[in-house]
């Protein structure tokens, strides 16, 4: 009995220092590890600042093997890759979040739409709209909406367009109006170019009733009117832009002419567009003027002196391009050479340029092709912003 009680008292001194010893060793190893993640995490933080891309790359990968359980790790390394164009690297970090079963709600949320940031700028819409529609009801909604609203517009589903519009205002963000009546006249434009002008005229009716103060829907509807030989129609509602001190009139202008000679309503619709330039001159007002006021003997010395007028107003080479081109100043021989030059030298400034990016283009988009901004296009021509 002595005995075992001599080695029980010799053993638990002796199992307490193995004991001690392990957790030193393990508590030794643990601080190597904790060590190494840190430095290899800020080794690719540095290499980051200094748009080392392909270091801090490698510097993160580092750190991921190091402590796979680190989520912050794999999120940046997932941004890197997106960042740099490697968009299947980048789905398959965010893939692997995904796949984590101790990931929180929080973190799990932020991989969905990391992944789905992946597929739209991998151009794989169809795969971002999936993973977009995972997080309704989630801290990402607003975002994951805009984002779909733009796949629709790029992929020009407008009823779709319309309906996350419709959603994202519900939801107390800003009036998406404008936009919706934009999406109808698109479909109106397509129904009209497949020989359907009933059902465009009729989408065009509820894009005004969308946003009453809207020019577009106006305008479009004026000139189908126009285009189906409803004269009298095409210029009452095509007025209506110019009554209403609408900032783009003028685009209305050379439709209203049209209206106007073939609904016989000239001299209401001159007095309109006289009014109108009165107010604000324009160019494109002012050619609509001098094809209406075109009668008579003097018709070209009337051409002359409007230009001469608008000149005097506002500097113009456009102006100047038309007024040389009934002017009589020499031979053809000469003038020819001069009003060539002229129309060369104006060609760029009688472009449409977008606000938004600078795109510049002959005719006026209401939705810019190069930016995909809406109403970023001045009514007016480069000359005159």
């Known amino acids: 009995m002595e005995l075992d009680l001599i080695w029980i008292l010799i053993g638990l001194p002796a199992a307490f220092g193995l004991g001690w010893l392990a957790s030193r060793l393990d508590l030794r190893q643990l601080r190597i590890d904790n060590r190494q993640a840190p430095r290899a995490y800020f080794k690719g933080l540095n290499f980051l600042l200094n748009e080392q891309q392909d270091k801090a790359i490698d510097a993160f990968i580092e750190a991921v093997q190091n402590d796979p359980d680190t989520s912050e ?116 434009r397509e129904l009209n170019a497949n020989g359907d002008a009933s059902g465009a005229a009729q989408l065009l009716l509820n894009a005004m009733t969308e946003a009453p103060d809207a020019p577009r829907p106006r305008l479009l509807l004026g000139q189908l009117q126009l285009n189906q030989g409803q004269a009298l129609q095409a210029c009452a509602t095509l007025s209506q832009l110019f009554e209403s001190g609408s900032v783009a009139a003028p685009l209305a ?46 018709a070209e010395q009337q051409v002359r002196q409007r230009y001469i007028e608008h000149l005097q107003k506002q500097p113009s080479l456009l ?35 977008c606000a938004a990016c600078g795109f510049e283009a002959k005719e006026h988009f209401w939705h810019c092709p190069g930016c995909q901004a809406w109403d970023s296009y001045p009514p007016r021509r480069v000359e005159e912003l």
């Open 73 to 188: 790790l794999h999120f940046a390394l997932g941004n890197l890759f997106r960042r740099r164009g490697e968009y299947e690297r980048a789905v398959r970090v965010h893939e692997h979040l995904l796949s984590r079963g101790d990931l929180s709600a929080a973190d799990r949320q932020r991989a969905q739409n990391a992944l789905a940031k992946d597929f739209v700028k991998a151009g794989l819409l169809d795969r971002a709209e999936d993973a977009l529609r995972k997080l309704e009801g989630t801290s990402f909604e607003g975002q994951a909406r805009l984002a779909r609203l733009a796949i629709y517009e790029r992929s020009r589903e407008w009823p779709q367009a319309r309906e996350v519009a419709t959603q994202l205002e519900a939801s107390g963000e800003v009036s998406f109006s404008v936009r919706k009546a934009h999406y109808l006249c698109e479909q109106a």
């Open 253 to 298: 202008a050379a439709s209203l002419v049209r209206a106007a000679q073939a609904a016989h309503q000239v001299p209401a619709a001159l007095s309109l567009l006289q009014q109108h330039y009165a107010q604000s001159p324009c160019i494109d007002v002012m050619d609509a003027i001098v094809a209406l006021e075109k009668t008579g003997t003097d």
């Open 319 to 353: 102006a100047a391009s038309r007024w040389l081109a009934g002017a009589d100043l020499g031979t053809d021989d000469t003038r020819a050479p001069v009003q060539k030059a002229l129309e060369q030298a104006s060609r760029p400034l009688a472009r449409y340029r």
